[in-house]
T-cell receptor, first 114, second 110 residues
Framework: DQQVKQNSPSLSVQEGRISILNCDYTNSMFDYFLWYKKYPAEGPTFLISISSIKDKNEDGRFTVFLNKSAKHLSLHIVPSQPGDSAVYFCAASAPNFGNEKLTFGTGTRLTIIP | DSGVTQTPKHLITATGQRVTLRCSPRSGDLSVYWYQQSLDQGLQFLIQYYNGEERAKGNILERFSAQQFPDLHSELNLSSLELGDSALYFC?????????FGPGTRLTVL
């Protein structure tokens, strides 16, 4: 049962344009959502997060939007740069008294075309 | 650099063998999480330790075990290895909501 889904395995975007990565979840207990970026041969790097009490969080070129009614979140990267080429994982956690284990999606490989 | 270290970086072994993966969390972090990433899959949560005690278990096989020592480093022990155990194994540490991942150990079982 995949509780966090990233339905697009890959995405190609022209440099300078907006990249939009999508994520859907099924577990209504999730209250915290994160995006991680992963380069080959490295561990995932935390990018940005959002609590379920918000619907938007922005950090520089990265913005995460949360639509709780649709159980959907998205990551916007604008403008996209070649260094953004990586695999992006969406993750979610539910409150559990100190066990905030992350449930990950399967990732979307983003390729920025120069 | 996340501040989380993992050794070894690569491990090649044979079926039936036993290996130990090591993780040192970021300074001050009490929680350590272990995840497995198989080919083209997302990361699957295995187990969490908090300040030396097991806090939660995920999809961890009985052949796998872990512990966290008084200095807060953690070890993941994998025994009776099978071909399907070949994967990337990541550990992460956290103080609050964000988890910070180490570079991973790539295990290849031949």
């Amino acid at each position: 049962d995949q509780q966090v889904k990233q339905n697009s395995p890959s995405l190609s975007v022209q440099e300078g344009r907006i990249s939009i990565l999508n994520c859907d979840y099924t577990n209504s207990m999730f209250d915290y959502f994160l995006w991680y970026k992963k380069y080959p041969a490295e561990g995932p790097t935390f990018l940005i997060s959002i609590s379920s009490i918000k619907d938007k969080n922005e950090d520089g070129r990265f913005t995460v939007f949360l639509n709780k009614s649709a159980k959907h979140l998205s990551l916007h990267i604008v403008p996209s740069q070649p260094g953004d080429s990586a695999v992006y994982f969406c993750a979610a956690s539910a409150p559990n008294f100190g066990n905030e284990k992350l449930t990950f999606g399967t990732g979307t490989r983003l390729t920025i075309i120069p | 650099d996340s501040g989380v270290t993992q050794t070894p970086k690569h491990l090649i072994t044979a079926t039936g063998q036993r290996v130990t993966l090591r993780c040192s969390p970021r300074s001050g972090d009490l929680s350590v999480y272990w995840y497995q990433q198989s080919l083209d899959q997302g990361l699957q949560f295995l187990i969490q330790y908090y300040n030396g005690e097991e806090r939660a278990k995920g999809n961890i096989l009985e052949r796998f075990s872990a512990q966290q020592f008084p200095d807060l480093h953690s070890e993941l022990n994998l025994s009776s290895l099978e071909l399907g155990d070949s994967a990337l194994y990541f550990c992460a540490s956290s103080a609050q909501n964000e988890q910070f991942f180490g570079p991973g150990t790539r295990l290849t079982v031949l």
